[in-house]
């Protein structure tokens, strides 16, 4: 891992993660399976969200990716994301947090910022990946971009237990200070240094934070990450956090090649 303001491409952000640990035998080599993992997640009842859950062989922990409004099993940037994350031998579950009929009603009713109804659909897609045949002995971690930033905290206090650590990149964050208190997963919160809306709500919600936790910034990141550098840079803080966090075999290789690399 490079330091911060790296001009490497997004192009090798593959490189990025994987580049931390030796290739292992099994999760850097698996794909995912033809049927694509497509999985119906029960919520709450006559509630069902869509997702595509990938679990390696040997995974240790499965990560949430959720974007609020919008489809997050099919944002080029959340399935790029989930790839790595599953090259480090991390399960991932792209789930959206609306029904296909909310999505299409999103406009005429108060659904694009509701951290509450995001919320508590994501705890409770936790609560089902803890139940899960094929999820239940993993850790889970909630990985928030956009509004689904504010959400993942917002699952986090509202059932603490059903998650083992937090990463929020950009988002939104104007939450109370009771619920920041109520989080106590490991947060990661990463926002861009020219980021200039989100910044300072960042800078608040983690001195709010009574949990380990990190803020990183990213100079020159703007609230996509897309210009050169901040990208890969994003994975790489969000990839480590999970290995650390999700208890995956390599986090130690990972963080001393980090170290060695001036990360």
Not at 185 to 205: C, N, V, W, Y
Request: with cysteine; charged share 20%; aromatic share 4%.
């Amino acid at each position: 891992m490079k330091k911060q303001g790296s001009r490497r491409s997004d192009e090798s952000a593959g490189k990025a993660v994987r580049g931390l640990v030796s290739p292992a035998a099994g999760s850097a080599a698996w794909t995912p399976p033809a049927n694509n993992g497509e999985v119906r997640v029960p919520v709450d009842e006559g509630v069902e969200l869509q997702g595509l859950l990938q679990v390696p062989p040997a995974a240790t922990g499965v990560v949430v990716l959720v974007r609020g409004h919008g489809s997050s099993r099919r944002g080029p940037r959340d399935l790029k994301m989930a790839r790595l994350l599953q090259a480090e031998g991390l399960g991932t579950l792209a789930v959206d947090l609306l029904t296909a009929a909310e999505e299409e009603a999103k406009r005429e009713r108060d659904l694009r910022f509701n951290l509450g109804l995001f919320a508590g659909r994501l705890a409770g897609v936790a609560r089902w990946l803890r139940r899960a045949p094929r999820t239940s002995g993993l850790k889970v971690g909630y990985l928030g971009s956009y509004t689904g930033a504010g959400a993942a905290l917002a699952a986090a206090a509202l059932r603490p237990e059903y998650v083992d650590a937090v990463v929020c990149r950009g988002g939104r964050l104007a939450l109370s200070a009771t619920v920041l208190s109520r989080v106590r997963a490991p947060t990661l919160l990463i926002a861009g240094g020219e980021d200039t809306s989100m910044l300072e709500p960042h800078r608040r919600a983690f001195g709010l934070l009574n949990t380990e936790k990190r803020l990183e910034v990213i100079p020159g990141a703007t609230h996509h990450f897309e210009e050169p550098g901040a990208g890969s840079r994003m994975v790489e803080l969000a990839g480590l956090w999970f290995l650390q966090h999700l208890g995956a075999s390599h986090w130690e290789e990972a963080h001393a090649a980090s170290q060695a690399l001036g990360g």
